[in-house]
């Protein structure tokens, strides 16, 4: 048996034992130095030495299959977290962690561009100790980083402080000095070829970074982009699907809100098929929108709903018919009520200050219908008013030829000539006027009970007596006739009467009305005969004495029924002594002051202007015809 000093076995069983153990790469020389000790021959040292040789290069080999499976592990790992993990900052947390322990650096980190901003920061630290370095901000090209995201290659520098190649900048220096950074490796985040953002590792000492570990940055900076486009994707996913369930929600709501419109619209089709009126519709639609529902004409008179007239109503119905849609008024809500480009009217909702649009079609589809309606009632009206028309002709120009006939004719037309009616003349003064005042006559009575027609040169309008005084009545008509036609219309009115025979003696007295106002001056006005004074003795139809004093001395008459004065006997000596007040106490025998003093209570009763001519020329008619009358 050879001497273990002349046979490398021992040496090689050494080796081995070194290589199952995973020894450091010094514990192989010792093997090769302990056989020189020994004593070895050269041809045994020669042989230990090239196992050594061999022994380390497996060792290096088995070293680097470890470190590329502990790489492999870390790159499944991080798949895995891709896979399981719906956190973007906890992917990217683990990758920077692992870049930095499987390259071995003291920190690790990425930046991400901020493209509001303009420029990059920091997304990710680990290892880092500075405040300053964790919330530093890059400007695009500026730094390692800028390089690489510039070039699209990864770079490495061993000593930061001194590298030529890129860009330094104050702000970048302090940060890396802060943090004491030396050596620096950064590798391109790559999605279909563009730079998204800069994996980095770094040491605090000089290094030189191995191509293996370029490449492993690498890998990693691969997953980290996936990790940001899949976070990018479930983002734009969850987003697209918010927007699609809120596109679901609005569809839902138009839906339900086209559904309850055609529900209305059947509801208001079949009030129209049976006969409803503009009420019914407003209680209807009232009903529909939870709320309080009034329809006024094209004046804003209410034809159903609220009495009152809302302020502003005419300038929401013109922007309504502007728009073509309801429209916001106040707490309201106004929508016009058109035929054409003819406003009807208009149709006001209160209650309800938050319309939604369906709500809101509702009601513009109300208006439409009302509008049919006040078409259909305009146009029955227009014939019946025709027919009837031809009735107050008849009766105006032979009154007394058929009185009974003409009585019956009326019955039979819905008009009960026995009953009072009032007489109205309305005159334009000139032929263009006159021929828009026929129809807008027959607005003005659209709704009542009166009639209308063309007679001579003016329009004459029958209305059931009310109780409404006739001059009141006169004004009233003169006034909304003239909105009508846009010109003035002069109205005057003949006493409530019965009868043929005096309805046409009333008609006459209303034309003398309409002279008289021209004489005074007073055209586009509207009067009765008691309206015009002593001149309303002259045209009025029975001469009423007794209403024209009880006008002109009214007051003066009841203070000396109340007080047992003499103003009115004071009143006719001033006149009489041709308004001398020396004269007048000796008339009525007693002192000036006397007379003063009750012509000033005249003055009070009657207004200042009782002295004026033509207000003076009234009283001393009206004190003539008391005389005359044999009142005291």
Wanted: with cysteine; hydrophobic share 45%; net charge negative.
């Amino acid at each position: 048996m050879n001497d273990h000093r002349t046979s490398s076995a021992p040496a090689l069983r050494r080796l081995l034992d070194l290589l199952a153990t995973g020894a450091a790469t010094e514990d192989f020389a010792d093997v090769l130095a302990e056989a020189r000790r020994q004593g070895a021959p050269a041809q045994v040292l020669t042989e230990i030495d090239d196992a050594t040789w061999q022994a380390l290069r497996v060792h290096r080999t088995m070293r680097q299959h470890r470190r590329r499976e502990a790489e492999l592990t870390a790159l499944f790992d991080t798949a895995g977290d891709l896979a399981a993990s719906r956190d973007l900052d906890a992917v990217l947390q683990a990758i920077v962690r692992r870049a930095r322990m499987l390259l071995g650096t003291d920190t690790a980190y990425l930046t991400l561009p901020d493209e509001e901003a303009g420029d990059t920061y920091m997304r990710v630290t680990d290892g880092s100790v500075s405040p300053i370095f964790q919330t530093l901000r890059l400007s695009l090209g500026d730094g390692l980083g800028g390089l690489v995201a510039q070039t699209s290659r990864p770079y490495a520098t061993p000593d930061y402080r001194t590298d030529e190649r890129f860009r330094h900048t104050g702000k970048i220096d302090e940060g890396v000095l802060d943090e004491g950074l030396v050596a620096i490796i950064g590798v391109p985040l790559l999605l279909g070829g563009r730079v998204i953002g800069v994996l980095f590792a770094a040491d605090r000492s000089a290094r030189a970074f191995s191509p293996d570990e370029v490449a492993l940055l690498c890998t990693l900076a691969a997953h980290a982009a996936i990790a940001l486009d899949t976070a990018k994707a479930l983002a734009d996913t969850r987003a697209a699907l918010s927007e699609l369930a809120t596109a679901n929600e609005v569809i839902r709501a138009h839906s339900a809100a086209v559904q309850r419109a055609e529900q209305a619209h059947d509801r208001l089709t079949d009030l129209v098929l049976r006969g409803a009126e503009v009420p019914d519709v407003a209680a209807e639609v009232a009903g529909l929108l939870d709320g309080e529902v009034a329809v006024h004409d094209a004046e804003g008179d209410p034809l159903t709903g609220r009495a009152a007239v809302a302020e502003g109503l005419a300038e929401a119905a013109a922007a309504s018919r502007e728009q073509a849609r309801a429209v916001r008024h106040g707490e309201d809500w106004v929508c016009a009520v058109l035929a054409g480009q003819e406003l009807l009217g208009s149709m006001v909702l209160h209650g309800r200050p938050d319309l939604d649009d369906g709500d809101r079609r509702i009601l513009e589809r109300a208006s439409v219908v009302t509008a049919l309606l006040l078409l259909l009632r305009r146009s029955v009206a227009e014939t019946e008013n025709r027919v009837r028309g031809e009735l107050l002709a008849d009766l105006l120009t032979a009154p007394d030829r058929d009185p009974a006939g003409l009585v019956a004719r009326g019955r039979r037309l819905g008009v009960d000539l026995t009953r009072p009616h009032l007489v109205l003349v309305a005159d334009p003064g000139d032929a263009p006027a006159r021929e828009r005042l026929a129809g807008a006559a027959a607005r003005y009575l659209f709704g009542s009970r009166g009639i209308s027609a063309e007679h001579g040169e003016a329009v004459v309008l029958l209305l059931p007596e009310d109780g409404t005084p006739p001059g009141a009545a006169a004004a009233r008509a003169a006034e909304r006739l003239a909105r009508l036609i846009g010109a003035p219309v002069t109205v005057g009115a003949g006493r409530p009467a019965a009868g043929p025979v005096a309805l046409a003696a009333a008609h006459a007295e209303g034309v003398r009305c309409v002279r008289g106002l021209r004489v005074l001056g007073r055209d586009g006005g509207g009067a009765a005969a008691t309206d015009l004074g002593f001149l309303g003795v002259l045209l009025g139809d029975g001469h009423d004495v007794e209403a024209f004093v009880r006008v002109a001395l009214g007051p003066l008459l009841e203070y000396d029924a109340r007080r047992g004065t003499e103003l009115v006997r004071t009143l006719r000596a001033y006149f009489d002594c041709g308004g001398s007040l020396t004269r007048a106490k000796d008339a009525l025998h007693v002192h000036v002051n006397t007379v003063v003093q009750r012509l000033d209570r005249v003055e009070v009763l009657l207004g200042r202007d009782w002295n004026h001519p033509e207000r003076s020329l009234e009283l001393q008619l009206a004190l003539r015809l008391q005389l005359l009358s044999g009142s005291p």
